[in-house]
Structure formats: structure tokens, C-alpha cells
């Protein structure tokens, strides 16, 4: 398994980039429709991940995938384009600094579910912070 430092590195780029995501996202969505404005980025991030997939080597042939693997990949992918869709239809009607954080009340949701489904076992101090999270996604969401 990597160290701390290694996905927390990522993790962080991360967190940059989906923040950076919603500002442009909510100046975008200005004028069209939240439905085709998600079609619009979901073609950019094809083309983009096309690119840097093949630029790096890294393409093989999906179908030689084993059946689980492609089968959770294809259902990941629907709850992204679902989750993208809502996001996207938030976004354009609420303010972005409080859809946003909404929108991550995943994180409570990926603890719970990462321990139903997967076994995980977060500790109390994870869960204090998984709760404050959640305390302040409320807090943002109502007036």
C-alpha cells in the first residue's frame, strides 16, 4: 500500500482541481442547459483522458478485463454520469459555495458504505471527522 504522503499528494490535486471544477462549471452553465453542459465536459474529459492514456502507454484492451472488473467499472461510471447530472442541475440553480459542500456529504456516505460493502473499519477519531463533515454540510445548507 502507498504511503500517506504518496495518495495524500493526490488526494490534495484533487480536491484543487474539483474545487477549481464548480467555479468554472458554475460560470459555464450560464445560459445552456445543466443536461448539455455535462455532455460537453464528459466529451472534453474523454478526449483528455484518450490522449493522456495513449501518450503514456497505458491502453489494452478493455474487453480482456474479467467480467467483474468491467461489470463495476460500467456501474461506476453510470453513478458518475448520475452524480455529474445532479451536480451539474444544483449547480446551475444554487450557489456554488453551497452546493459544492453539499454535494460532499459523499464523504460521509463513502465511510458508511466502504463499511457495509467493503469491510472497512474507520477509527473513532474517523469518525469524529466523518460526523464534523457531515455537522457541516448542514450548516451550509440551510439559510
Do not use: H
Not at 66 to 90: E, I
Not at 98 to 112: E, F, G, I, T
Amino acid at each position: 500500500m502507498a504511503s500517506t504522503s504518496d495518495w495524500l499528494f493526490w488526494a490534495l490535486l484533487s480536491a484543487v482541481f474539483a474545487a477549481l471544477t464548480s467555479i468554472l462549471a458554475k460560470v459555464g452553465i450560464e445560459g445552456v442547459d445543466s443536461d448539455l453542459a455535462t455532455l460537453i465536459r464528459t466529451f472534453v474529459i474523454v478526449i483528455t483522458l484518450g490522449i493522456f492514456v495513449s501518450a503514456t502507454n497505458k491502453w489494452t484492451n478493455p474487453f480482456s478485463l474479467g467480467p467483474k472488473t468491467l461489470t463495476f467499472l460500467v456501474l461506476s461510471g453510470l453513478a458518475t454520469c448520475a452524480s455529474w447530472v445532479c451536480y451539474f442541475r444544483a449547480l446551475q440553480m444554487g450557489e456554488a459555495s453551497r452546493v459544492a459542500p453539499v454535494d460532499k456529504l459523499s464523504v460521509v456516505l463513502v465511510a458508511v458504505f466502504a463499511v457495509l460493502f467493503l469491510g472497512e473499519r474507520p477509527s473513532m477519531k474517523d469518525w469524529v471527522g466523518i460526523a464534523l463533515v457531515g455537522v457541516g454540510t448542514v450548516v451550509l445548507a440551510l439559510r
